[in-house]
């Protein structure tokens, strides 16, 4: 009985095992599925950005946006009490936009 009952518990457990190796990952930020069109890295545009505003990021997205390539890593950076946006084109890495957030942040 014991031999039995220790299989079940080790194929549940395989089980188990299998399914949370099998679920899908998440993703850290908004714009995810665009990546494959960017020629720098989330990573790297965050580089990029905290050495243009030095801060906290609290949030990050890839979007479409007009100017630059038309693809751009935009980040929200609060640095010294203040919220900034910054924006980093995903193809080149040049700095879009650097300002502070108004009342009513997008």
């Given at each position: 009985?014991?031999?039995?009952?220790?299989?079940?518990?080790?194929?549940?457990?395989?089980?188990?095992?299998?399914?949370?190796?099998?679920?899908?990952?998440?993703?850290?930020?908004?714009?995810?599925?665009?990546?494959?069109?960017?020629?720098?890295t989330?990573?790297?545009?965050?580089?990029?950005?905290?050495?243009?505003?030095?801060?906290?990021?609290?949030?990050?997205?890839?979007?479409?946006?007009?100017?630059?390539?038309?693809?751009?890593?935009?980040?929200?950076?609060?640095?010294?009490?203040?919220?900034?946006?910054?924006?980093v084109?995903?193809i080149?890495?040049?700095v879009?936009?650097?300002?502070?957030?108004?009342?009513?942040?997008?």
């Open positions: 009985m014991k031999t039995i009952l220790a299989t079940i518990v080790a194929i549940s457990l395989a089980g188990v095992s299998s399914t949370v190796t099998a679920a899908p990952a998440q993703h850290a930020y908004r714009g995810h599925e665009l990546a494959k069109m960017a020629k720098i989330m990573a790297q545009a965050r580089t990029i950005a905290l050495k243009s505003r030095h801060g906290t990021v609290t949030d990050a997205e890839l979007e479409r946006e007009a100017g630059g390539s038309g693809l751009r890593y935009s980040f929200d950076i609060r640095s010294h009490g203040r919220p900034f946006e910054v924006g084109d995903a080149s890495g040049a879009l936009e650097n300002k502070a957030e108004g009342r009513h942040p997008d």
